[in-house]
């Protein structure tokens, strides 16, 4: 015989998993108590939310599904902006909750929340397990669902007494069988030869690549595919670091917050290839105003024509469909174009110079990306930070990894330490402003307590900077509960974790301070000092 | 424009809130709805009636496939001819003189009678909608006192099932 908790601890051995973001409680200590025994690492997240952002860091720097643990009621409403998160960005997470007796189930008992419920619209698939011989299944399932098609979080919910009732046997299954999911990899052949004539007779075609083509893992072939083609690029906010940003074919994020340069090319277009691309209403605000044929290559089947009307639909594996399509297409004429566009980029001038009163931010992004390893991963948050950094910090072979969909501040740093985990000798450096940092800095223990050598850079202007920015703009200036009166000086807060911190003034200093960061061995918070009329493009 | 929709789900418990918890969500019309159990007691069809455009009804047909519960989803009113047809429960008022005419009603259009009292006549009737419409403009005049129908069943004509 064995328990519910045992066989639960047992499926997260037969799925590899290394390492859990938790927090404990009453209803889901059986299964701590068994984990604790395993090789399985536990991480102590100092609020359910980061937890699931922390796993969420580590899927995506790792490939794998990222694990977080909470108790029922709190523990588990807590993870659902985690959860909400995750699901608009499509990242694999297995969430597992602890829940009530099952036959308190409904009855408004301490602690209960019916979270499968509340989480419906945030997970791509939940469970509420009743009965003690599902559980191998529903955790093989579990990670099938979360890591195939396109990705996203699953939760599991285990009420007490089924961790505590007793299985005969465990038998993990091999293969998950479910009947209604199937997802489709192979593109189909027909579609990608009519892509292939379309753009082989286009003027001004244009590849814009989103979240879809980093988590096919399909960065090579985007590469291969525009070095064949000779096809400008772009991409989404979470399509960044898919192409090397000094690649001569790169142009830059489009979007509201993108480069103007880059959105021209998209007006202008005559084929556009979106590859992993939504189409959020952030990228492309007016869907109409795209006059191009659209080629949509996509794994999940519901976004092609959700947001944009699609000639050519191409449902399947980026990574496969793209090797496909890079056979099956001839060159493009379309170097005037390139020639033409890449004119354009180069003539237009960075914005910013650097200050000797504040650190001007955007150039610091630049001068920060010069000092950083090739494949280091750089966390952004949100808000203006996540600007700057967006369109400044230049990702070679590393990762840029930020809230896209939901634009859920307080995400930079458990993302960061997640991915610290997974990439411990890779550089990761999350960069928040002093809003969003205060939304997750409880997590600085977890750094403490881990003692990974996590580099923090706090953009602090004292304000909600993108807010304030639109009061600017559409408010007249009137700063409602914008201005963040009442912060703590953020050096000592960090220093009150035993982690070093500094205090930048200038750009000058910003670099030297920098450059200390990324040498030391230790955790490392750099607070910059920055002007709050800096614009966030 | 009106559209059906037959949907096969693994008969699991909170399905159904799935699916209308997704109509609702992404703000689909859900004109009619009617589940049961399939001749494989593991799954369950899930009729449809949805208003909406072709874009729209395109968009309701590939959400509902993706969620995990469900197998198929098919779209009767765009893949051929098919069979649908509802039920009606509806309570008449008719005091003994006019309970013949009633009958006679019910007898014309094929319907049948439940209950019966002194004052009220209870009429069972299955058809498609557009009957189910006449059969109420029919009973209207007498007075009817309550009404209760399900959502449209349907199922492809032909040989051919949704699943193959």
């Given at each position: 015989m064995i328990s519910g908790a045992e066989m639960m601890v047992k499926c997260l051995q037969e799925e590899k998993v290394t390492i859990t973001f938790g927090y404990p409680g009453a209803v889901i200590c059986p299964f701590y108590d068994y984990l604790i025994k395993t090789e399985i690492a536990h991480v102590l997240v100092r609020s359910e939310q980061n937890g699931a952002h922390e796993a969420s860091g580590f899927a995506r720097a790792s490939g794998k599904a990222g694990v977080c643990i909470a108790t029922s009621g709190p523990g588990a409403t807590n993870l659902i902006t985690g959860l909400a998160t995750a699901y608009m960005d499509s990242i694999p997470i297995v969430a597992i909750t602890g829940q009530v007796n099952s036959e308190l189930l409904?009855?408004?008992?301490?602690?209960?929340?019916?979270i499968t419920g509340a989480c419906e619209s945030f997970t791509k698939h939940s469970y509420l397990v009743k009965n003690v011989e599902d559980i191998p299944r529903v955790f093989k399932e579990a990670f099938h669902i979360a890591t195939t098609g396109r990705p996203g979080p699953v939760l599991i919910d285990v009420p007490f007494d089924t961790q505590l009732a007793q299985a005969k046997e465990f038998i993990y299954p091999e293969k998950a069988e479910i009947i209604g999911y199937k997802p489709r990899t192979k593109g189909h052949s027909m579609q990608i030869k009519k892509a292939a004539k379309l753009l082989e007779s286009a003027k001004r075609p244009v590849i814009c690549c989103g979240g879809g083509v980093v988590s096919a893992g399909a960065r090579d072939e985007i590469i291969a595919f525009a070095k064949k083609t000779g096809i400008p690029v772009v991409t989404t906010m979470m399509g960044l670091g898919v192409i090397p940003m000094d690649n001569d074919h790169y142009f830059g994020m489009i979007g509201s917050h993108g480069k103007s340069y880059a959105n021209r090319m998209m007006n202008l277009a005559d084929v556009i290839v979106l590859c992993g691309a939504r189409v959020g209403d952030r990228t492309i605000p007016s869907p109409n105003s795209i006059k191009a044929s659209i080629i949509h290559i996509d794994i999940d089947p519901a976004e092609i024509g959700k947001n944009i009307a699609a000639q050519i639909p191409i449902v399947g594996d980026i990574k496969s469909i793209l090797q496909e399509f890079t056979e099956t297409i001839k060159p493009c004429s379309c170097d005037e174009w390139l020639t033409k566009m890449q004119t354009d980029r180069n003539a237009t001038p960075l914005r910013g110079e650097p200050r000797t009163d504040f650190v001007e931010p955007r150039v610091f992004m630049r001068d920060l990306s010069d000092m950083m390893e090739d494949d280091a991963i750089l966390t952004a948050d949100v808000g203006q930070n996540q600007i700057w950094a967006a369109n400044h910090f230049n990702t070679k072979d590393g990762r840029f990894l930020t809230s896209g969909g939901m634009g859920t501040m307080g995400y930079a740093l458990p993302s960061a330490i997640g991915a610290k985990l997974a990439k411990p000798k890779r550089q990761v450096v999350a960069v928040c402003g002093d809003g969003s940092f205060q939304m997750s800095m409880c997590e600085l223990a977890v750094v403490n307590q881990t003692g990974i050598a996590l580099k923090l850079i706090v953009m602090r202007n004292k304000y909600l900077g993108m807010v304030k920015e639109l009061q600017d703009k559409m408010y007249q200036g009137r700063y409602v509960a914008t201005p963040l009166d009442g912060d703590p000086d953020i050096v000592k807060v960090v220093q009150a974790y035993g982690i070093k911190a500094a205090f930048a003034q200038n750009n000058q200093e910003a670099n030297r301070l920098a450059k200390e960061m990324l040498e030391s061995k230790e955790a490392y918070v750099l607070v910059c000092d920055v002007d709050p009329d800096t614009p966030s493009i | 424009m009106k559209y059906t929709l037959s949907v096969l789900v693994e008969n699991q418990p909170g399905v159904l809130s799935k699916i209308s918890g997704l109509f609702s969500r992404r703000g689909f019309n859900i004109d009619s709805l009617a589940v049961g159990v399939t001749e494989n007691p593991a799954i369950s069809r899930i009729t449809i009636v949805v208003e909406g455009d072709e874009q729209i009804v395109e968009q309701v047909e590939k959400q509902v496939n993706k969620l995990i519960a469900s197998i198929k989803v098919k779209n009767l009113t765009t893949s051929g001819d098919y069979v649908g047809c509802l039920l009606m429960l509806v309570k008449v008022a008719c005091n003994t003189k006019q309970r013949l005419e009633v009958m006679k009603i019910a007898e014309q259009m094929h319907a049948r009678i439940v209950d019966v009292t002194n004052n009220s006549l209870t009429l069972q009737y299955a058809d498609t909608l557009e009957n189910i419409e006449i059969m109420i403009s029919l009973l209207r005049p007498y007075g009817i006192k309550e009404l209760v129908r399900t959502g449209t069943v349907a199922l492809e004509r032909g040989s051919s099932t949704a699943l193959k």
């Open positions: 409904g009855r408004d008992v301490f602690q209960e929340a019916d | -």
